[in-house]
């Protein structure tokens, strides 16, 4: 499928990397999209990029993977072409690089905070909660995966959101609805940690 990615540092890089070896197309949205052009060189040849708006048109699925004091600006200009569609939202409310709107955004969880500035798509918590070389590192390893926890709404928005974490070779476990997105922001236990389907299912009391 064709997946519009809002940030290429080192989530959206890494992320990029495997969904294009999983045979997805993959393209980079970017307030600047010559800089953003020679940096995706780097990260794969194969990646396109395009401004933050014609990429949201162009996706059929995004993934925001941008500091979220970024989400207003990204926000207003891809919310037309995210509506109705799946929006993985990767992102951290860390205060001591978002400042106030940290706060602001953890009162509901984050995921809803950032749904707020995307009307009508189908925001899905995703992705948060793993360090960038972790999933680098052990994408498709053997045994029990590295676990991604979800949280959302919609159906068919979660169900892509677990496929294309299979396709990123992780396993996805389901959390909750949006609005449970608070237990997968930073600081929270399973912050950071790598942790397996189990593990998490166990830390955050889920049956």
Known sequence: ????????????????RLWLGAGHEVRFGARDPERTRRKARSIDARAGVSDLAATAEWGEALLLAIPLHATPEVGAAISAGARGKPVLDAGNAIPRRDGPVAAEAVQNGSGSWVAGYLPGAHVVKAFNTVYFKTIAGEAHREGEKVGVPLAGNDERALALAEQLVRDAGLEPVRIGRLAESGRLDFG????????????????????
């Open 1 to 16: 499928m064709r997946i519009g990615i809002f940030g290429s540092g080192m989530i959206g890089g890494t992320l990029a």
């Open 188 to 207: 929270s236990p399973v912050w950071n940690t790598g942790m397996t389907v189990r593990e998490i299912k166990r830390t955050l009391g889920l049956t």
